[in-house]
Structure formats: structure tokens, C-alpha cells
């Protein structure tokens, strides 16, 4: 797989292609890129613009994290039931306190 071009390449790449003074197919040679791959950036550009309709890059790069957070409160609900069921089928909840046991109020007097 070929290296990542930085973001300030791809920009003029495609803009040099939007000038439309040479053809896609020539400027993605001399660039030592595929024609898809320019076409591909410049379909990316035109959803970023709002020229045409899509995800754009920040609402993409959104999703990927959103469904990874999503994958992780899922692992952790599993991990949840899983020691709530061996807690309960054990029954090895935590007991009260022997403090919290004694009557209230104290059966001590508070005199003066």
C-alpha cells in the first residue's frame, strides 16, 4: 500500500485539476498518483464544499468515533452482567456493615 500524501498535496493536487489545464489522467501521472485516486479526492473535496452530498471528512471521522465508544459501552455492559451474575449465582454481594445495623436511634442516653 502506498504512502499517505499529506493533506497541503492532495489540496493541489486537486486544485491543479480543477484548473482544468491539463486532464485528471496526466496530473495524477505527474503527481505519481492513480487518476481514481485524484478523482477520489476530488469527490472528497466536493462533499466538503457542499457541492455534493455525502458524509464530509469531519462528520466521517465523527461516526468512527462515536461507533468506537459505542464498542467499548458495549464490552463494558457485557463485562457488567457478566460479574453481576457470578456475584448473584454466588451470593457473595457485599453484607452491610455491622455499623449500620444497630438500631436508630442510639439506645444511649445524651443527657446533660
Known sequence: MP????PEFRRRAVDLARAGEQPVAKIAKD????????RRWMDADDVDAGRKEGLTSAERRELVELRRQTRVQAMEIEILKRASAYFARENILPKLSSRWSVSWPSTTSLSR
Open 31 to 38: 503527481l505519481g498518483i492513480s487518476e481514481s485516486c485524484l
Open 3 to 6: 504512502a499517505a500524501k499529506p
